[in-house]
């Protein structure tokens, strides 16, 4: 009797002129749509190997799609090794995020310390109790490398180099750098201090996509420090010889060799190779761009625009609303080998009918994107409407409500 009157209710309410009939309420059942079939590629029996038939010249070495973090290429990935300077990308990582929460600001200023001031190695020669900001001090960090900058941005951030070191080993451990310990914020200390190619990747791909604002200071080739009396140069290469280069950071001690974690974007795929442990200064600008090469003559990104789109329309059992429409929650990116994008499908499984409450935002089904029986990316699909559950004590109120209405008409 009470289910009777709910659909009754709400039929009424909805202004349906025909009575819904209740579906099966022992299963929901699932539909699958094809939304995009793979086009005929019989023109086309290009493959491309998923090792490739070439090696680096370098200790190690990784390269992934950075959207994705799709992994393309790898050699003696997870071997732990020094790596120099090529810490700081975690100390730039952690001062960007310190700018983006609104910690600190870019025009914050920052008094150089004693200990600061004593870096060696690559440095901007603070002196103690000069100031500058905390952008000047990036700058130099991620143009010229230095040292005693990176101690200076540290101290600001958490009040000591020991204490940012703890924090740069926290986010480690939070980003899944299985294979890392951080014993300073510069990379001047090589006994008990390393990494490894796939972790500086992970640390690589976090600081450009979650904070591309830092490209800004990664790509400068030439500037100048302590009011132009100073000359910045980048120590990067690429970026002056590689199209398309966005960052990131070398690194050389004795120990470490010459190492590099290089990122790249050609129309939409970007890219980030590692390399540690080369012989030369040349092989690891060299041998990076072989890596970068392979990648964009090999593979391709793929946007797949959905976000706030409709899905398609989903019925609702016992609810006040008797169907709402579903609409996609975000965009995805793919990694597939150039050429074939076309060969991507896009698979739609919503159910049939739920069972109300639904809540606006809620999961309903899911967009699969696939390739060759791979599954590359899933896009949830979620309600656009709420449906409260149609109990007897709101069907009559629906029903009082739609009789005054059409009274007072």
Same mark, same amino acid.
């Given at each position: 009797?009470?289910?009777?009157?709910?659909?009754?209710?709400?039929?009424?309410?909805?202004?349906?002129?025909?009575?819904?009939?209740?579906?099966?309420?022992?299963?929901?059942?699932?539909?699958?749509?094809?939304?995009?079939?793979?086009?005929?590629?019989?023109?086309?029996?290009?493959?491309?190997?998923?090792?490739?038939?070439?090696?680096?010249?370098?200790?190690?070495?990784?390269?992934?799609?950075?959207?994705?973090?799709?992994?393309?290429?790898?050699?003696?990935?997870?071997?732990?090794?020094?790596?120099?300077?090529?810490?700081?990308?975690?100390?730039?990582?952690?001062?960007?995020?310190?700018?983006?929460?609104?910690?600190?600001?870019?025009?914050?200023?920052?008094?150089?310390?004693?200990?600061?001031?004593?870096?060696?190695?690559?440095?901007?020669?603070?002196?103690?109790?000069?100031?500058?900001?905390?952008?000047?001090?990036?700058?130099?960090?991620?143009?010229?490398?230095?040292?005693?900058?990176?101690?200076?941005?540290?101290?600001?951030?958490?009040?000591?180099?020991?204490?940012?070191?703890?924090?740069?080993?926290?986010?480690?451990?939070?980003?899944?750098?299985?294979?890392?310990?951080?014993?300073?914020?510069?990379?001047?200390?090589?006994?008990?201090?390393?990494?490894?190619?796939?972790?500086?990747?992970?640390?690589?791909?976090?600081?450009?996509?979650?904070?591309?604002?830092?490209?800004?200071?990664?790509?400068?080739?030439?500037?100048?420090?302590?009011?132009? =009396?100073?000359?910045?140069?980048? =120590?990067?290469?690429?970026?002056?010889?590689?199209?398309?280069?966005?960052?990131?950071?070398?690194?050389?001690?004795?120990?470490?060799?010459?190492?590099?974690?290089?990122?790249?974007?050609?129309?939409?795929?970007?890219?980030?190779?590692?390399?540690?442990?080369?012989?030369?200064?040349?092989?690891?600008?060299?041998? +990076?761009?072989?890596?970068?090469?392979?990648?964009? +003559?090999?593979?391709?990104?793929?946007?797949?625009?959905?976000?706030?789109? @409709?899905?398609?329309?989903?019925?609702?059992?016992?609810?006040?609303?008797?169907?709402?429409?579903? =609409?996609? +929650?975000?965009?995805?990116?793919?990694?597939?080998?150039?050429?074939?994008?076309?060969?991507?499908? @896009?698979?739609?499984?919503?159910?049939?009918?739920?069972?109300?409450?639904?809540?606006?935002?809620?999961?309903?089904?899911?967009?699969?994107?696939?390739?060759?029986?791979?599954?590359?990316?899933?896009?949830?699909?979620?309600?656009?409407?709420?449906?409260?559950?149609?109990?007897?004590?709101?069907?009559?109120?629906?029903?009082?409500?739609?009789?005054?209405?059409?009274?007072?008409?």
């Amino acid at each position: 009797m009470v289910i009777a009157i709910c659909l009754f209710a709400c039929t009424v309410s909805s202004g349906l002129t025909s009575q819904i009939e209740a579906p099966d309420e022992q299963s929901d059942v699932s539909i699958t749509i094809m939304e995009t079939n793979a086009q005929n590629q019989e023109g086309d029996d290009t493959e491309v190997s998923e090792t490739p038939k070439f090696t680096v010249d370098a200790k190690a070495a990784i390269l992934i799609e950075a959207d994705t973090g799709k992994v393309l290429y790898t050699f003696n990935e997870h071997e732990p090794l020094p790596i120099a300077s090529i810490t700081k990308i975690m100390t730039m990582l952690l001062v960007m995020e310190a700018i983006d929460s609104g910690k600190i600001a870019p025009t914050d200023s920052v008094t150089v310390s004693a200990y600061a001031s004593k870096m060696g190695g690559s440095q901007v020669y603070l002196k103690e109790g000069e100031v500058f900001t905390v952008e000047e001090l990036l700058k130099a960090v991620a143009v010229h490398s230095a040292n005693d900058a990176s101690v200076a941005l540290a101290e600001a951030i958490a009040g000591s180099e020991e204490a940012f070191v703890s924090m740069m080993n926290e986010k480690a451990e939070e980003l899944g750098m299985k294979n890392t310990r951080f014993l300073d914020c510069t990379g001047l200390t090589d006994e008990g201090h390393y990494s490894t190619a796939a972790d500086v990747a992970i640390m690589s791909r976090e600081l450009i996509i979650k904070h591309p604002k830092i490209i800004h200071y990664t790509t400068i080739w030439h500037d100048t420090f302590r009011d132009g =009396t100073f000359d910045l140069d980048n =120590t990067n290469k690429l970026v002056k010889r590689y199209k398309g280069t966005t960052g990131i950071k070398t690194g050389f001690t004795n120990a470490a060799g010459f190492c590099l974690s290089a990122s790249a974007e050609r129309e939409g795929t970007k890219l980030i190779s590692v390399l540690l442990g080369a012989k030369t200064n040349d092989l690891r600008f060299s041998e +990076s761009a072989r890596l970068l090469n392979y990648g964009f +003559s090999n593979w391709e990104s793929v946007k797949i625009e959905k976000k706030g789109l @409709e899905a398609g329309v989903v019925k609702v059992r016992k609810g006040i609303v008797t169907e709402i429409p579903v =609409t996609y +929650s975000e965009d995805a990116i793919v990694v597939v080998k150039k050429g074939s994008k076309d060969k991507i499908t @896009e698979t739609l499984e919503i159910p049939e009918v739920v069972n109300a409450p639904v809540v606006e935002g809620q999961t309903i089904g899911v967009l699969n994107i696939d390739i060759d029986g791979e599954r590359l990316a899933s896009i949830p699909v979620k309600a656009a409407k709420n449906s409260e559950r149609c109990t007897l004590v709101k069907a009559l109120g629906m029903l009082l409500n739609r009789w005054l209405t059409l009274s007072i008409r």
